[in-house]
DNA sequence: CGTCTCATTGACACGAATCAACCATTGTGG
DNA sequence: CCACAATGGTTGATTCGTGTCAATGAGACG
């Protein structure tokens, strides 16, 4: 709902060296993102275009895939884990403004120079194009043109959503927000793990780490949540989790404790 | 750089009824956006199909021209003054999540239903397309298509841009941020008019009115901006304003006085 | 002149940042 | 296998910025 398009990784079952090509056709039609990326609108001809101009990617967790300022090489769809867009400003300080999950796409700006670096804060698979062979495409294929509008319409929403978090809500608020979206992005509903260390939630909340580290305690000790290792957690009243996540400096009478 | 696309209406010269439709076409040849709006790629029967489809229509300072949760009837073009886009949180409060100012789009939404409010905050002309027709012509017109994808990447980059205010900037950062929109956006460097008042300034900066104003005088007292009879104000040192508007937390070492 | 709206200024409280220990987990080398 | 450091997380004490509450001021308008 906040975020770009949150969903967990596909559990990196396995080994993932730094940077592996795939090769190049046919592999869309088996595609765990097929039907809603950019190119969910395309028939098979169009499909085997779009195949045809890109390549996959498998990244390792914390690699940068762009940096700002950089001209855009490639646009990119995440097949699997998870992309952080980065600001630094000019004080050297990051602060991530958004995330981007499987399904997603990136690399659609206004001028051709990165505004923001591109980091994988997951092991990731991806699938990049080209920018001029794919704006060849987009402008032959209207469908795609559309896929492309659709994500990037879909993730201003979800940026303004989250200008809205950033602007007025609590520490409570802003870290119950990111648990519900990690919860809503996990199939499992008991094991859940934090796809985000909390120095990057702490970044993307606008919050430190303490505070956040902080407002999850008092989650956990109102019973909303359990934390289990530090590294999972589970949800054990999501309405609480959900009336702390909207409205509330705090959660007063909401429901609390 | 960080807004939507803030450009200070024509000062409204005379009178306005609250919505005064204008015919419909050849109208674009003389429109004053027509170079930054999303027709600026079109050719001469591009921008007649698109003049068919559309009608322009004036309307007043405050008026609502969509209600969150409603379905969108029409996509918009800003030919003049700002309109603001609202969101409704389940409390009740509002924030304005973005400002479109000459040359804007809004509508292009993931869904149907409005996920914000349109409220004019000037006296505003704007140019109206029903959704049907207009995705009619953007299956046709790949140049609008691309019209509408730049505008919304570039409104995704700014809200992004302004979101990493929201998450860590300092009041004074925040205020000195628009005060360098505003005259930007401004022609005349001598006289700017404030387009949003005090309230409207603090609620898309995620500020009180009171911090906003505070924030001003500040400003004032260190000679940075010069503020005339509170409706306009006029900036005497741009560099301490940049810097102010950039990094800091209050402006230490940068410039200050 | 009174009223209404919007802006400014001040006193104070409170939430989150900061500074600072300390704890837990993981990985490394002897 | 255990000491060890390195990384990431939790918890506490204190500071500081901004929100809140409250009063006053300045234009605009009837």
Known sequence: ???????????????????????????????????????????????????????????AKGQVLAWQGEQASTVTTVRSGIVSLVATSSDGTEHIVGLV?????VGQGSSSAMRFSLVALTDADLCLFPVQRFEVLTDRLPALQKGVVTKVAGDLERSRDWMVKLGR?????????????????????????FPLTRGQMANFAGLTIETVSRQLTRLRDRGVIEIHRR????????????????LSSDGGYATAN
């Open 1 to 59: 709902m906040y975020l770009e398009t949150i969903e967990l990784p596909t559990q990196s079952a396995g080994e993932v060296d730094a940077t592996s090509d795939l090769p190049g056709e046919g592999r869309c039609a088996h595609c765990s993102v097929r039907e809603r990326a950019i190119c969910a609108g395309l028939d098979d001809s169009g499909i085997n275009a779009l195949a045809a101009a890109g390549r996959t990617r498998r990244v």
């Open 101 to 105: 999950g499987a399904g997603g796409f």
């Open 169 to 193: 809500a609590s520490a409570m608020e802003r870290v119950a927000a990111l648990m519900a979206q990690f919860a809503d992005a996990c199939p499992d509903d008991r094991l859940i793990p």
């Open 231 to 246: 590294t999972h957690f589970e949800v054990l009243d999501r309405r609480s989790l959900n009336s702390l996540a909207d």
